[in-house]
């Protein structure tokens, strides 16, 4: 008579095997991803490729294989990252039965039974990643890396990194392509900027798990076109600017300029002011001249944590020798206490920056921007700003980036007066000009008063037939 098997032991070994087939469910791409040796790795997908569920199975095997480790993942918000990830790892622990206790209030964290923690994080401010400084990980995931603000380059190179160092953890960015083609996960996966990163590229037709030709049914059902920008990003998982959605789309061949033109009127300036601490003051210069009716970007400047003193000194510096000009500053808040304290000081006079319809006169920027009557010196970082400055859905201004030389240069706008500029006459070309020695226009005059003697034209415009008058 043989002894019953320990129940024990029946359950861990059908849990194993429940964990094997789990992992033998992940496609070729995810799995060739997550068994890659490379301590910083990119996955640039598609909509519905299943890059999520990969990170997620990354975090399950780091977990089980190195006991007592604590990983991270990392989402915009906590709620967006228990909407993509936390109700999908309790489906997978009820599944295997791997025994993981969730704690499900802040700080969120889920508990495998060999004493592994997975934390579940939001990173949407600069100040939110001050929170992982002094911590150890194995594994650090960051989801949809390409809607992180720009802070997202500070918090994987300065804090995120120096966690990883002890345990010689992995740095892992996910997500699909965004319309502004900016900022830390673009330059890791689409440009060579940044080399000794991993970086995998699948799309949905590379996932079984969803119907081949659901995207095109549902494309054509919503009118989107497969070589439009919106189905390259989605469904193909490339990087493709749209430009429509630029609250300033600059076009470097109409709007840049390297030298200012020579004009015989005198220039007049107006000087924008952004005030910040925290945030950068910045500073823009705008020109024009009552020969061209083109607004004319000159100086950028802008600095964080700059002192009321600090501000003053920058201010005159860039006045300078400038006859006529007017500075314009944002005064809300202290604004106002900085202004008129500036003003006594430097004995300026600075208007308060019109702040009012802001999205109208961007609007109006954005029209002569296109028309070509605004211009800005190629190499500026007020262009950088304008490249990533992007519409929301509802037309109204990104407020994950960074606008301050923006608002700078669109207060300068709204005070400048270019629009009074003449438009100068084009030159003539030499087929313009009537001269003997343009032999074509020559010949067509000279048999223009042939034909004109011929007909005997008189003041009346034809020729007069008597007979048709009196006959």
């Known amino acids: 008579m043989t002894d019953a098997a320990d129940p024990g032991l ?12 789990y992992f033998r469910g992940l496609t070729e791409h995810q799995r060739r991803f997550i068994l890659d040796p490379a301590t910083r790795k990119a996955a640039l997908c598609s909509r519905r490729a299943g890059k999520t569920h990969s990170l997620l199975a990354y975090f399950i095997r780091v977990a089980l294989e190195r006991p007592d480790s604590k990983s991270l993942y990392i989402a915009l918000t ?41 934390y579940l994080e939001g990173a949407e401010t600069e100040a939110d990643i001050e929170k992982f400084n002094g911590q150890k990980f194995a594994l650090v995931g960051i989801d949809e890396s390409g809607s992180f603000p720009p802070h997202l380059e500070k918090m994987v190179r300065e804090v995120l990194t120096p966690c990883l160092m002890d345990l010689r953890g992995t740095m892992v960015l996910i997500g699909t392509p965004q319309d502004h083609c900016r900022g830390l996960f673009h330059d890791i996966t689409n440009t060579t900027k940044l080399p000794g990163w991993s970086v995998h590229r699948w799309t949905w037709r590379n996932n079984p798990y969803v119907p081949q030709d659901w995207v095109d049914e549902e494309c054509a ?16 998982g490339r990087w493709v600017r749209e430009d429509a959605s630029l609250m300033y789309p600059f076009d470097p ?59 003053g000194d920058d201010l005159m510096a860039i006045i300078g020798t400038k006859k006529n000009y007017q500075v314009c500053m944002d005064t809300g808040g202290l604004g106002k206490t900085i202004a008129e304290s500036l003003t006594r000081r430097l004995g300026i006079h600075i208007k308060p920056a019109i702040k009012t319809e802001k999205l109208a006169h961007a609007a109006m920027l954005r029209a002569d921007l ?57 030159p003539k070309t030499p087929a313009q000009h009537w001269s003997p020695s343009n032999d074509e226009m020559y010949q067509r005059h000279v048999a223009e008063r042939q034909r004109q003697s011929e007909a005997k034209e008189s003041i009346f415009g034809q020729a007069i037939d008597l007979r048709d008058l009196f006959g």
């Open 10 to 21: 029946v359950a861990a070994l059908q849990a194993k095997k429940r964990l094997r087939d």
């Open 78 to 118: 906590q709620g967006s990252g228990r909407k993509i990830i936390w109700d999908e790892l309790k489906r997978i622990n009820r599944d295997v039965g791997m025994g993981i206790e969730f704690r499900d209030s802040p700080p969120f964290e889920a508990r495998f039974q060999n004493g592994s923690i997975l």
């Open 221 to 236: 059902a919503q009118g989107i076109a497969q070589d439009s920008p919106l189905y390259e990003r989605a469904y193909n």
């Open 253 to 311: 061949a109409k709007n840049g300029y390297e030298t200012l033109p020579l004009f015989a009127t005198e220039w007049h300036y107006c000087i924008g002011v952004d005030l910040g601490f925290h945030d950068d003051t910045a500073f823009a210069v705008a020109g024009w001249t009552e020969d061209s009716p083109t607004l004319w970007g000159m100086e950028t400047v802008k600095r964080p944590k700059m002192s009321y003193e600090r501000i």
């Open 370 to 426: 296109r028309n070509g009557k605004v211009k800005v010196k190629l190499g500026s970082p007020l262009i950088d700003e304008w490249d990533q400055l992007q519409l929301t859905e509802d037309g109204k201004e990104d407020p994950t980036v960074p606008n301050h030389l923006s608002d700078a240069f669109l207060y300068a706008y709204r005070q400048a007066r270019h629009y009074w500029g003449k438009t100068p006459e084009k």
